[in-house]
């Protein structure tokens, strides 16, 4: 089987004749396998620390009067204690293998134990308290989603 593939390149287009495909065709990349990587990462700053209150119907962000939060999707008022509050935190770091430099963002199960690495509890907490206490990071293992620039897991 002859296949003829063009490329393009600076400086003009080629030519190149490919005899065997057989052993290309059968791999296969997921989408997932691309975007998840495993990297060990040196902290340079904290963005940002948020906390915020959800609706417990659909889980969308709620505002808070005080007393009670409506949920404006659902216009249910609720009860403080009864809501989850859910936390946000965008690092700034550096890629140790590649010294690339870009921003993660953390949700609530990692910030929970990001702040447990800092000897920090959540409950409590101001955002700005738990920005000062993160900013003791040093050097992190994690496994994050390069599309969206999040952290999936720590090490």
């Known amino acids: 089987m002859d296949v003829t593939y063009i490329t393009s390149a600076r400086d003009g287009s080629s030519l190149t004749e490919i005899q065997d495909l057989e052993n290309v065709k059968d791999t296969v990349i ?9 990297m060990t990462v040196s902290l340079i700053g904290v963005s940002s620390a948020q906390n915020y209150y ?9 505002e808070f ?11 249910l008022t609720q009860k403080v204690s009864t ?4 936390w946000v935190v965008k690092l700034f770091v ?3 293998a590649t010294s690339r430099k870009f921003h993660l963002t953390a949700f609530d199960g990692i910030v929970q134990q990001l702040a447990a690495r800092v ?15 993160l900013i003791d990071l040093n ?16 090490s």
Not at 54 to 62: L, N
Not at 83 to 86: I, Q
């Open 54 to 62: 959800s609706c417990r119907d659909c889980k969308s962000k709620v």
């Open 139 to 154: 050097e992190l293992e994690i496994a994050c989603d390069t599309t969206k620039n999040t952290i999936l897991e720590l």
């Open 83 to 86: 809501l989850s509050v859910h």
């Open 119 to 133: 000897k920090k509890s959540l409950d409590g907490i101001s955002p700005e308290a738990l920005k000062n206490a």
């Open 94 to 96: 550096e890629d140790q």
């Open 30 to 38: 997921g989408e997932q396998d691309i975007a998840n990587k495993d």
């Open 65 to 75: 009067d005080g007393k009670s939060v409506t949920c404006q999707k659902w216009v």
